[in-house]
C-alpha cells in the first residue's frame, strides 16, 4: 500500500504570514494532488503535478513536485483567513488508478 | 449548477439496520468513487467504478457494496449497520482525461 505523510497535523497562523505544508511517501507517484476540503463540504482539487521538479503557481499558493516524484510541499504567501482549511494530498495508489489520500494539514489563519 | 449530489446530508441509523446513501453526478464523468473520512485517518477508499456496470473493491469495502447500473448514479449500501461505520462518507467522480476528482457534500452517518 502506498502511503501518504503530511505535516504538519495542525497549524494556526497569523494573517499575512507565509507557511509550508509537506507531503511525503517512501513510494514513487505518477501525480500528485492537492485539495482543499473547509468544514461541511468534500474536498476540492487546487493543483495536479506530474513532472518531477515541476512547480506550479495558483495566486499565493505554490506547488511543488519533488524531483523523485515522492514528495510535495504547498506554500502560501501571506495567508488569509480565507486560506483557512483542511489540505490534503493524494497520489495514484495501488487501486487501479485512484489516487491515496494523505491525513491531512488542517490550517487555521487568524484575523 | 453541475456536479455531485449526495443524499441523505445526516442520518442517524440503528445498528443492524440496512441503508443506502445515494450519489449521482451530472458531468457525465467515467469513474465514480466512495470514500469514508474518519479524524486521524483521512479519506479511505471503500469501493470505486471506473466505467457504468463495473466495480472494484478499495481499501476498506468490508460490510459495504456498490452497484453503477448507469453513468449517472452510485449509490453505496451498507448491509447490516456497526457503529464502527459512523463516519461522514464522501461520494466522487473523475473525468479520465484530466484525473482531478470532484466530490460530493458528503453524508454524515451516526450508527448507534
Known amino acids: 500500500t502506498q502511503l501518504l505523510e503530511q505535516s504538519p497535523q495542525f497549524l494556526s497562523i497569523q494573517e499575512g504570514e507565509n507557511l509550508t505544508v509537506y507531503c511525503n511517501s517512501s513510494s514513487v507517484f505518477s501525480s500528485l494532488q492537492w485539495y482543499r476540503q473547509e468544514p461541511g463540504e468534500g474536498p476540492v482539487l487546487l493543483v495536479t503535478v506530474v513532472t518531477g521538479g515541476e512547480v506550479k503557481k495558483l495566486k499565493r499558493l505554490t506547488f511543488q513536485f519533488g524531483d523523485a516524484r515522492k514528495d510535495s510541499s504547498l506554500h502560501i504567501t501571506a495567508a488569509q483567513p480565507g486560506d483557512t482549511g483542511l489540505y490534503l494530498c493524494a497520489g495514484v495508489g495501488n487501486y487501479g488508478q485512484n489516487f491515496v489520500f494523505g491525513p491531512g494539514t488542517r490550517l487555521s489563519v487568524l484575523p | 449548477t453541475a456536479g455531485i449530489t449526495q443524499a441523505p446530508t445526516s442520518q442517524i441509523l440503528a445498528a443492524g439496520r440496512s441503508m443506502t446513501l445515494r450519489c449521482t453526478q451530472d458531468?457525465?464523468?467515467?469513474?465514480m468513487y466512495w470514500y469514508r473520512q474518519d479524524l486521524g485517518l483521512g479519506l479511505r477508499l471503500i469501493h470505486y467504478?471506473?466505467?457504468?456496470?463495473?466495480?472494484g473493491k478499495g481499501e476498506v469495502p468490508d460490510g459495504y457494496s456498490v452497484s453503477r447500473a448507469n453513468t449517472d448514479d452510485f449509490p453505496l449500501t451498507l448491509a447490516s449497520a456497526v457503529p464502527s461505520q459512523t463516519s461522514v462518507y464522501f461520494c466522487?467522480?473523475?473525468?479520465?482525461?484530466?484525473?482531478?476528482?470532484?466530490f460530493g457534500s458528503g453524508t454524515r452517518l451516526t450508527v448507534v
Open positions: 466522487a467522480s473523475s473525468d479520465s482525461r484530466s484525473g482531478g476528482y470532484t
Open positions: 458531468m457525465r464523468h467515467n469513474a
Open positions: 467504478s471506473n466505467t457504468a456496470g463495473t466495480t
